[in-house]
């Protein structure tokens, strides 16, 4: 989330034409700390987001709406199993195990 937050922040910041250093000095920032917020890197808090959006021109509504679009974009794929499609093959063990009844399933989820 973080991530998509600066890249937000930076997008909106080149659509302006500003540098590092103007949105810096107008949110009482570093402009190292501002960097790292952009590259997601710093988990910034929300007084420093509302400064650097008051800074930018924007709201922070419009900032979180923007981010939370974006997030619909980035999402990874669900993966979506129909065990009444797979067939027992498909689904049977291979090889040596540790535990379990023969023809377990188990889903891993990271």
């Given at each position: 989330m973080r991530t998509l937050l600066g890249e937000v922040l930076r997008r909106r910041r080149l659509e302006q034409g500003r540098t590092l250093a103007e949105v810096a000095r107008d949110a009482c920032v570093s402009v190292?700390?501002?960097?790292?917020?952009?590259?997601?890197?710093k988990?910034?808090?929300s007084?420093?987001?509302?400064?650097?959006?008051?800074?930018?021109?924007?709201?922070?509504?419009?900032?979180?709406?923007?981010?939370?679009?974006?997030?619909?974009?980035?999402?990874?794929?669900?993966?979506?199993?129909d065990?009444?499609?797979?067939?027992r093959a498909a689904i049977a063990?291979?090889?040596p195990r540790s535990g379990?009844?023969?023809?377990d399933v188990v889903l891993l989820a990271a």
């Amino acid at each position: 989330m973080r991530t998509l937050l600066g890249e937000v922040l930076r997008r909106r910041r080149l659509e302006q034409g500003r540098t590092l250093a103007e949105v810096a000095r107008d949110a009482c920032v570093s402009v190292q700390y501002l960097s790292e917020v952009e590259r997601g890197r710093k988990e910034a808090s929300s007084e420093i987001v509302a400064a650097v959006c008051d800074s930018l021109g924007i709201g922070l509504a419009d900032l979180l709406a923007e981010v939370g679009r974006d997030l619909t974009v980035h999402r990874a794929p669900v993966l979506r199993l129909d065990t009444a499609r797979l067939s027992r093959a498909a689904i049977a063990p291979r090889g040596p195990r540790s535990g379990g009844v023969s023809g377990d399933v188990v889903l891993l989820a990271a």
